[in-house]
């Protein structure tokens, strides 16, 4: 995260300690049906293997009637002590770097309350209406991130929020500039206020926005999909930004067929031009079919950094 050479190549394996914040139940986790609590519904989904938003409901009626409709959470009525107790018992502070993780930022939310083409049309259409959208989710989320900075304490915060598709921004430009940037600079700010790194993780074509980001101060950004050429911006903005990940997940290693020697020849490029010089996390896609090579692969760069500077050696790499 200090953009600096790092002794060995770090990984979200066994040098991360991770959880989902759930004082605040902003997503179902279960494995059947049921509501976060902003009144969206979710089921959950084999393929996916997780809760996705269900089929033809949505919590708000039209994107004019969301301050009458819209109810935000109180962070303060919950017991936090006993929370990040709980969360964090497992954690090892002095040899792991520990993030909370926080699902469904601004954009996301609104989709997920108003509808997706909604909103969309509304970025446009109502801008004024967005942008008081945006400002107010963002004054809550401030509110759960002072709340999490102290009381869970992590080194990080890492914020989903996908702004983008495969090989475009689901937006202009000019139009997350003008709604969300403000907002995520506000988020940015708090979470380094609190004494976190800013993890920011976007799918999707996030190359537009790079610069962006590094203006904002984000700390990492996550998991830069091949689109955005990740050996071409981890070259030009190593120096100011950490990257996480950068492996062709979509077209290689999330592919049902995928065979072990497409996984493995992918890992290997991501390991040799991507990871050297620091500011790189070897971040495993959350879908990888083929999770044992990547560990096979990772393994032996790591243990014999580890060994030739006399760290001990984690015992998930013995």
């Known amino acids: 995260m200090k953009h600096q050479e790092t002794l060995w190549i770090p990984n979200n394996i066994t040098d991360c300690d991770i959880v989902l914040q759930q004082a605040v139940q902003e997503r179902y986790e279960g494995r059947t049906e049921g509501r976060d609590e902003f009144g969206v519904e979710y089921e959950y989904n084999l393929e996916a293997n997780g809760p996705?938003?269900?089929?033809?409901?949505?919590?708000?009626?039209?994107?004019?009637?969301?301050?009458?409709?819209?109810?935000?959470?109180?962070?303060?009525?919950r017991d936090w002590e006993a929370l990040a107790a709980r969360d964090t018992a497992g954690w090892d502070r002095e040899n792991k770097f520990s993030i909370v993780q926080l699902f469904n930022g601004m954009f996301e939310r609104a989709h997920l309350m108003m509808g997706f083409e909604d909103v969309l049309c509304a970025l446009l259409e109502d801008p004024e209406i967005m942008e008081d959208w945006f400002r107010e989710f963002t004054d809550y989320r401030l509110r759960l991130i002072r709340q999490i900075g102290k009381y869970y304490k992590p080194d990080a915060i890492m914020v989903?929020?996908?702004?983008?598709?495969?090989?475009?921004?689901?937006?202009?430009?000019?139009?997350?500039?003008?709604?969300?940037?403000?907002?995520?600079?506000?988020?940015?700010?708090?979470?380094?206020?609190?004494?976190m790194f800013y993890i920011l993780h976007c799918c999707g074509f996030m190359r537009p926005m790079i610069e962006d980001f590094i203006e904002l101060g984000v700390d990492a950004v996550h998991p830069v999909q091949i689109s955005n050429h990740p050996e071409e911006l981890k070259a030009k903005y190593g120096r100011d930004l950490c990257f996480c990940g950068g492996f062709n997940n979509v077209e290689i290693l999330d592919r049902e067929d995928v065979t072990p020697e497409e996984s493995r020849e992918e890992i290997r490029r991501v390991f040799q031009k991507v990871a050297p010089g620091g500011s790189f996390v070897a971040w495993k896609p959350f879908f990888c079919k083929h999770p044992r090579i990547f560990f096979e692969e990772l393994k032996p760069l790591v243990t014999e950094k580890m060994r030739e500077y006399g760290a001990e050696i984690p015992p998930e790499l013995r």
């Open 52 to 77: 996705v938003q269900k089929v033809g409901t949505r919590a708000v009626s039209c994107v004019e009637e969301w301050k009458k409709e819209i109810v935000f959470p109180n962070v303060e009525d």
């Open 160 to 195: 989903f929020d996908d702004y983008s598709a495969k090989e475009s921004m689901m937006m202009s430009l000019s139009t997350w500039r003008e709604l969300i940037k403000p907002q995520l600079k506000r988020m940015v700010d708090t979470a380094h206020e609190m004494g």
